[in-house]
């Protein structure tokens, strides 16, 4: 399958229009692509692919072109790959349903399905979508549970997304009071842009003197003025215009940004012109601080922070709250007329990956009043997305006691605050939506958990309010506002691990639950494994292993005491491997869990390395000899690639090839069958290649998830079992490393050491020697 790599922007230009006073823009296409990636079954979060694409400034139109490919050509049916598409951060998915945990919200996000046979490809259009990161997810339906053998034949679908923008380059730019003239036409809407300044109350854009040279004066233009952009979960503000002028206005429109406006005629075959102004309106500013930071430096100092850590966006929204002790919260200065809100400048603290924490300056504590708003302010970027945004909202009551009838409302939103909170205020902002706590006598601590946030400046806005029209004497209460970014929700509780997943060079991290919990933080008990099925699998994985006990007796009994070796070291490192890479609490390491399996699978190949080459009878210096090169070969391959399913074929036929060799050799040269006897065929070689075959076939075949623990305990029993049916009788008149046996069916052996080298070193005869006594 050819794979084309553009990790570039192809700019091809389409119309190039210079007309600057009708509003007409010229247009350039950009193009970009992603390597194709192999789909997986969804599990959890882990299996899902993530690509990031980047859609500039001023797009018109992006589309995206989804290819599905099957990699093998034997039939799988048909299989529905879904699609997630989000702006700002990464989708959060529930495919199969599952319960997420508490306090934590999410939105969906837009999904497709796309059904695949052996190729298909989809598109997607969307007209004037939001300039950012773009984030799109895919996966296979839910995992079966089924355990696939690395290396062995499976329907396989690689997922490959390419994305192609058209956007403008010279649009024009909306000022404050000053109108431009444009025209719209029905396949070329006119396009226009202004800019929202810090603490603007709403924005304002108005359309007028419309008119058309083919109907002039009729008094009906039929446009349709659009406010914002297209992010999937919120679209632009439309306002239908009919007769000569119409207007729209955002209140709490987006801060600090770049706010498209969209003019299209519905009338078919007619061009509109018309005059479009805008105007916004700062509401509520905080009360400046000047030039002077010295406050500022030793507050940091006092506090213990680094002075580094203070970035300019905070620096830019100090007010006079920073001179508030923790101690005396209730000592408000009074606002002047034209300041409204308290800004609260705060620290950003990088402690790791994906691990931020936000700290206000003059220290934990925050006064609130219910004369106007507090702020406080957390950018966000793009390497902090990957995580969760926790907020944790407590009422400190040693300073002040809240009544019954009064409450701490918190909204954080992002891109704009809201500076009007009350009962009936929703915490939403003109475009995008925010979250709301509160809390009060009764409940004096709120959460809120955010997974994958927005990459934005997000804005907390505290209040204090009351059912009567003041609050009586308590007018200033204190709260500690906790906001961090944390890889997990809480690390994933004691059923998960915290994983660190990586798209290119952007991270993410994601719960990985064991022991039948699933969910977003592995709180979802409804296939939970109880701790009796716990304790069963652990004895099960661990106590089969005993049945190696019997191979390790017949093989010293027979003399094979490098076998035996190799035996009781596989049984060992087994035992121990499974009591250390059980899912729940029943978890015994006595080694780190890395070494534990290396040694594990190590054994279990080598084991079956020198069973068939002990049932081959080749020459004792051959016999060690492969012994010998075998482990070290199977040892090399375990650690370039430990699960693959050839590190466990390849020994067996290699070990098979040799045997079936030597056996042809001795029949032939014997003019016979061999082995002779037909009771060994019958009582030992058929039965042990039989426990074998199922073992080999239970292993690569039949475990899942739900069955492992039963099916791979059987695994142990049938390898074990087929160990004593397949070690060859001791041969007759056999010394095995100076081991002589002294009796047939006797446990006792005597060591007996004879220099049998002759040259350099003495040799003793057999021979009798004869003295004469004279």
Request: contains cysteine; aromatic residues 10%; neutral net charge.
């Amino acid at each position: 399958m050819a794979v084309c790599y553009l990790f570039g922007l192809l700019f091809v230009v389409l119309t190039a229009v210079t007309l600057g006073d009708d509003g007409q823009v010229t247009f350039v296409s950009e193009r970009s692509s992603k390597p194709a990636q192999k789909l997986s079954k969804y599990g959890w979060y882990g299996n899902v692919r993530l690509q990031r694409f980047h859609i500039p400034e001023e797009t018109a139109i992006a589309r995206w072109l989804f290819s599905v490919t099957k990699g093998h050509s034997f039939h799988c049916g048909q299989h529905n790959v879904t699609i997630h598409i989000r702006w700002g951060a990464p989708p959060v998915i529930n495919p199969t349903g599952l319960v997420f945990p508490n306090a934590t919200l999410w939105s969906p996000c837009l999904s497709l399905s796309l059904p695949v046979t052996s190729q298909s490809s989809a598109t997607f259009n969307l007209t004037d979508p939001a300039p950012g990161d773009w984030y799109v997810a895919a996966h296979l339906p839910e995992d079966d549970g089924r355990i696939e053998q690395k290396g062995f034949p499976s329907c396989s679908y690689f997922f490959q997304p390419q994305l192609s923008v058209r956007r403008a380059v010279d649009t024009p730019v909306l000022q404050q009071g000053t109108a431009l003239t444009q025209t719209a036409a029905p396949d070329r809407p006119a396009r226009l842009k202004l800019y929202v300044p810090e603490f603007s109350s709403s924005v304002s854009v108005s359309v007028a003197d419309c008119s058309s040279g083919e109907a002039a004066g009729n008094g009906n233009c039929s446009l349709l003025l659009r406010l914002g952009s297209a992010s999937l979960q919120q679209g632009p503000v439309t306002v239908n215009c009919s007769g000569i002028s119409c207007s729209a206005s955002l209140s709490n429109p987006p801060w600090d940004t770049w706010l498209r406006v969209v003019v299209e005629s519905s009338q078919v075959d007619h061009n509109m012109t018309f005059s479009v102004a805008s105007s916004y309106t700062v509401g509520c500013k905080p009360k400046s601080t000047g030039l002077k930071a010295d406050d500022d430096l030793n507050k940091l100092s006092v506090n213990g922070s680094h002075t580094s850590s203070t970035s300019t966006g905070n620096s830019s929204v100090v007010t006079d709250t920073a001179t508030l002790s923790n101690q005396s919260a209730a000592l408000v200065t009074p606002l002047s007329a034209s300041a409204c809100v308290w800004s609260i400048p705060v620290l950003y603290e990088e402690v790791d990956v994906l691990s931020l924490r936000f700290t206000p300056v003059s220290g934990p504590n925050v006064s609130v009043t219910d004369a106007h708003p507090t702020l406080l302010t957390y950018p966000l970027h793009t390497q902090a997305t990957g995580g969760t945004l926790n907020l944790q909202l407590t009422l400190n009551t040693t300073n002040a006691t809240l009544g019954n009838s009064s409450s701490v409302v918190a909204c954080l939103s992002p891109w704009a605050p809201v500076l009007e909170l009350n009962q009936s205020q929703p915490c939403r902002t003109a475009l995008f939506g925010g979250y709301g706590v509160a809390v009060n006598a009764s409940v004096p601590k709120a959460v809120v958990r955010l997974p994958f946030p927005q990459s934005a400046t997000w804005y907390l806005t505290l209040q204090l309010t009351c059912n009567s029209s003041n609050c009586g004497n308590t007018s200033v209460v204190s709260v500690v506002p906790e906001v961090f970014i944390s890889a997990c929700v809480e690390d994933c509780g004691p059923y998960g691990e915290c994983r660190l997943l990586r798209s290119f060079s952007y991270l993410y991290a994601a719960c990985d639950c064991k022991a039948g919990w699933n969910g977003w933080g592995c709180t979802d008990d409804f296939t939970a494994q109880s701790y009796s099925r716990q304790l069963t699998s652990t004895l099960l994985l661990t106590l089969s292993n005993l049945f190696f006990l019997p191979a390790i007796v017949v093989a010293v009994n027979r003399l094979y005491i490098t076998e035996a070796s190799v035996y009781l070291f596989t049984m060992f490192f087994s035992t121990f491997y499974h009591a250390c890479d059980q899912p729940g609490v029943a978890v015994l390491c006595i080694m780190e869990y890395d070494t534990l399996q290396y040694c594990d699978f190590l054994g279990s190949i080598c084991s079956i390395w020198v069973t068939i080459l002990c049932m081959a009878r080749v020459r004792d210096t051959a016999k060690y000899t492969l012994f010998m090169l075998g482990a070290l070969l199977i040892a090399m391959s375990l650690q370039l690639d430990r699960k693959g399913l050839w590190n466990l074929l390849g020994p067996i036929l290699c070990a098979i090839l040799f045997m079936v060799i030597n056996w042809v050799y001795r029949g032939v040269r014997r003019r016979r069958c061999y082995p002779p006897s037909w009771q060994r065929w019958v009582l030992y070689l058929i039965p042990g290649a039989l426990c074998a075959l199922v073992g080999v076939c239970l292993y690569i075949f039949a475990e899942t998830e739900d069955n492992y623990y039963y099916t791979h305990s059987l695994w142990h029993v049938l390898v074990a079992t087929c160990v004593v049916f397949l070690l060859p009788p001791k041969e007759k008149d056999r010394e095995v490393l100076g081991w002589s046996r002294g009796s047939s069916w006797s446990w006792s052996w005597s060591w007996s050491w004879r220099p049998r080298v002759c040259g350099y070193t003495l040799c003793q005869s057999g021979k009798d020697e004869l003295y004469t006594v004279t």
